[in-house]
């Protein structure tokens, strides 16, 4: 499943997520659910708080960072971090919090898992004919 | 009498104005705010009117308007 696609699944699956993305820790834009520069701009946005948020940490001297809520009376902003990979969602106000940490973490491994197959399956990649035929000439 | 009458009515109605426009914005204040988690489970929250959180808020309501909040 392509990282589109689970992005998808999940707003369907979801019903107080509203947008969700993914993106790198430098803000590029992986994917997303919504279109255009709007969402280049959230994948920015969001890389820029997770950066402010790590300062913010290493200030307190605690553990690395893995998620953050942004609450506002006009919504909340979540990040779940997995490596280089952020997902980002949006929600109205006062949503169920552990609800949307816990899809957003799911979409993480899930991707990540996919990403493992993908690797192991390249590695044991049968030999074709033409491999064959190059061997024996 | 009757303007002592008046007279109350004023201060109290006021006064209850007075007072849910103050916990209103308590309210909203508790409510807009920052909360890492960390790898080890711990938490912090930051509360708007802290450095820290007034650094990221405003980021975060720039990407819910960008994601058509706000």
């Known amino acids: 499943m392509e990282a589109a696609e689970a992005l ?7 019903t107080q997520i509203e947008v969700v993305a993914l993106a790198n820790r430098s803000g590029d834009l992986v994917a997303s659910t919504m279109e255009g520069q709007a969402a280049v701009k959230l994948a920015r946005l969001a890389a820029d708080i997770v950066s402010q948020a790590d300062q ?5 001297g605690r553990e690395p960072l893995a998620q953050l809520q942004a609450a506002t009376p006009d919504g909340c902003l ?4 997995d490596g280089d990979r ?3 969602a949006t929600t109205g106000p006062d949503p169920t919090v552990g609800l949307i940490f816990y899809d957003l973490k799911t979409l993480l491994r899930q991707l990540a898992r996919e990403d493992s197959e993908a690797a192991v399956s ?4 049968p030999v074709t004919a033409d491999d064959e035929a190059a061997e024996n000439a | 009498m009757r303007k002592r009458r008046l007279l109350a009515t004023v201060v109290l109605g006021g006064g209850s104005f007075l007072g849910t426009m103050v916990y209103r ?6 409510r807009t705010r920052v909360d890492l988690y960390f790898e ?14 007034d650094r990221m808020l405003p980021l975060a309501g720039e990407a819910l308007a960008a994601a058509g909040r706000a």
């Open chain 1, 86 to 88: 952020l997902a980002v």
């Open chain 2, 25 to 30: 914005r308590r309210t909203e204040r508790r």
């Open chain 1, 122 to 125: 390249a590695e044991v990649a």
């Open chain 1, 8 to 14: 998808a699944e999940l707003k369907d699956l979801s």
């Open chain 2, 40 to 53: 080890d489970g711990s938490m912090v929250s930051l509360e708007a009117g802290r450095p820290d959180a």
């Open chain 1, 78 to 81: 979540f990040v779940v971090l």
């Open chain 1, 56 to 60: 913010v940490r290493g200030d307190l």
